[in-house]
């Protein structure tokens, strides 16, 4: 059984059982392509751009124009989460926490899809008819900490960053006609702007609601906040990409149970246990921002 349950016994703590703060859920699969499959490994084929040929004669030879075709391979990791209450612990309790375990799985669960998406989006891809060429990001996604558009500043998110970012996308044509383009950043980062000395008036206005939470964009990136990029050295990995830059995909249909464990005097055991993936479709969809938490 969790060793943690007794704290919220009634004669100690209030009768209803609170979570704890976290991030609930997934804050990043709505910004994904989202796929299905049905084994370990699912491939998704691709095709590249071509030119059309300019006709200089008359009743030529049709030309035969080579569609590069690629693919990208997702394999799909199961993962699982379970916690037991014992009937000692549910006849103390003036709630049944059965459902608040069951809440708790699945926002574990969503913080592992957030998880993913970001180590697949910014980590290595895995490439060509089998699946068995590893493509890392190169350094011409990436915006370097100490990126400044003149001199050299170790700074975190600044305004020339966000131009940077989207300057890279943009002349990469990553982004297609109607597309979401969205910045992965945690709260240092969104702090970080309203500090930034090249801020207008106008632009300080429109941080400041960002940072209120009052609104979510800024200078075309919808701004999603969490705190599970990767870090190291104060130095945090932040990730600028359009929908199309990362599919998300889920094997099967999410498993939850809820049911006594004979084994264990009938405690009742809460079982949750799912299949999933992802994959960075091209790397010039997703561009890494570096950014100094210190700074």
């Known amino acids: 059984m969790s060793i943690q349950v007794g704290t919220a016994y009634v004669n100690a703590y209030r009768e209803n059982i609170q979570l704890l703060s976290q991030q609930r859920g997934s804050r990043l699969r709505r910004t994904v392509m989202n796929e299905t499959q049905v084994g370990e490994y699912e ?10 040929v300019k006709i200089t004669n008359r009743h030529g030879d049709t030309p035969l124009v080579n ?8 394999h799909c990791t199961p993962y699982d989460w379970a916690d037991m209450i014992d009937r000692q612990d549910k006849v103390r309790l003036l709630a049944d926490p059965t459902s608040k375990y069951v809440i708790n799985a699945v926002a574990a ?17 895995y490439s060509d008819k089998t699946g068995s060429t590893a493509t890392v990001l190169p350094s011409a996604s990436k915006v370097a900490v100490t990126y400044a558009e003149s001199g050299s500043d170790s700074s975190n998110l600044t305004i020339a960053k966000l131009r940077r970012a989207r300057h890279l996308l943009r002349s990469q044509e990553a982004i297609m006609e109607g597309e979401m383009v969205y910045a992965a ?6 702090d970080s702007l309203l500090r930034t000395t090249e801020v207008t008036s106008n632009d300080y206005n429109v941080v400041k609601a960002l940072v209120n939470g009052e609104v979510d964009t800024f200078m075309g990136f919808e701004f999603i906040q969490t705190e ?3 870090v190291a050295s104060s130095i945090r990995r932040c990730m600028f990409y359009p929908e199309s830059a990362i ?15 004979r084994d264990k005097r009938n405690s009742v055991q809460v079982y949750v246990s799912h299949d999933r993936g992802a994959v960075r479709m091209e790397e010039v969809k997703v561009i890494e921002v570096s950014c100094d938490e210190t700074a």
């Open 43 to 52: 491939f998704f084929d691709q095709i590249g751009a071509t030119s059309a």
């Open 67 to 74: 569609t590069p075709h690629s693919r990208r391979r997702v």
């Open 109 to 125: 669960f969503g913080r592992t899809d957030d998880e993913i998406i970001i180590t697949e989006g910014l980590g290595t891809a």
């Open 185 to 190: 950043v945690t709260s240092s980062q969104i």
């Open 228 to 230: 599970l990029l990767p």
């Open 247 to 261: 599919t998300f995909s889920t094997c099967g249909e999410i498993e939850v149970d809820v049911g006594p464990r």
